[in-house]
């Protein structure tokens, strides 16, 4: 009697609320969800560590403590460069955690710079100083989305080395030079807040552009065995640095990235150069050639199967 009842009441709850329980032969419940593998959740908790220093960033900032806050982006754009690595070096790659990185990085790159600077200098300008930051949060918006859309897509090998405009966390350390600059103490580089605000336009638009930007994916994949101490050194004396000379290290290394944005875009150009040749002399290959459309070998197409958004990165 007890077991029809319960049969019954299964169908009930089945047919009013859509429920389909599923049962093995012993009559237990089936597991309808597979345990989550931790390799997957660490690529997604260096993610939400990010994301939390992009917010820490708001709030010093909103104290008055530009420094801590300019501290913590950079701290947010490190976690972002190795998430990705991370997520793909653990097999651990999956769309939510692709959608989840580019959230904090709008966040952490869009949105907390524009409030850092307005909040630094930019506020004095009022409205004016205001719209450039919307901007330049809109501009990191719309970049990252881009970004997304063009991982469907099939490009050369070769271009998988570049960025098309300039990376979120890139735009997001390189438009706060104005207050790196400040903060040397050299009184005769103070940066008029009008300069402030073109220069922001102007990494904005940098990020929105189809400016080739060198993205280094393939520096640090392999490491030859005779220079494995030499690289280890070079990154504890890059970190010692940058801890005793924060401002120095920042100023220095975004004049370097923004002069490395011509190289970048020259090597882009050769590239496309041999590849136009490559494909000129296939399309007089054969008697048909003049009707067949020249195309680039498989070999030089690039799987994007296991790639996800890197900040920053």
């Known amino acids: 009697m007890a077991a029809a009842l319960r049969s019954r009441y299964i169908q009930t709850m089945r047919d009013k609320f859509n429920f389909s329980f599923e049962y093995d032969r012993t009559g237990q419940r089936r597991r309808r969800f597979r345990a989550i593998p931790v390799r997957t959740l660490l690529p997604n908790l260096i993610t939400l560590l990010a994301l939390c220093a992009g917010l820490t960033a708001i709030r010093l900032a909103a104290e008055g403590r530009f420094e801590w806050a300019v501290g913590f982006v950079v701290a947010a754009a490190a976690l972002d460069g190795i998430d990705g690595r991370l997520a793909r070096l653990l097999k651990g790659t999956s769309k939510f955690g692709a959608e989840l990185d580019s959230l904090a990085d709008f966040v952490s790159f869009g949105v907390t710079p524009a409030l850092i600077l307005y ?52 735009g997001a350390i390189t438009v706060m030079l104005p207050i790196y600059v400040q903060f040397l103490g050299l009184s005769w580089l103070a940066i008029p807040s009008v300069l402030v605000f073109l220069y922001t336009l102007l990494i904005a638009g940098l990020m929105v552009s189809r400016l080739p930007v060198y993205s280094g994916k393939k520096v640090g994949t392999r490491v030859p065995p005779d220079k494995v101490l030499w690289l280890m050194v070079a990154v504890v004396a890059f970190f010692a640095l940058l801890i005793s000379y924060p401002w120095e290290v920042l100023t220095i290394g975004t004049v370097l990235f923004l002069g490395s944005l011509p190289v970048g875009w020259l090597s882009y150009q050769e590239h496309l150069r041999k590849d136009a040749e490559a494909a000129a002399s296939a399309g007089h290959g054969g008697p048909h050639a003049e009707h067949e459309p020249p195309a680039l070998p498989e070999s030089t197409l690039q799987d994007r199967s296991e790639e996800r958004p890197t900040r920053l990165n």
Not at 119 to 132: P, R, T, Y
Request: net charge positive.
């Open 119 to 170: 909040m630094w200098d930019l506020h004095v300008l009022k409205s004016a100083g205001w719209i450039a930051a919307l901007v330049f949060a809109i501009c990191a918006g719309l970049r990252l989305a881009r970004f997304n859309v063009m991982l469907e897509e099939k490009r050369p090998a070769w271009a998988s080395n570049f960025f098309t405009g300039m990376p979120a966390p890139a």
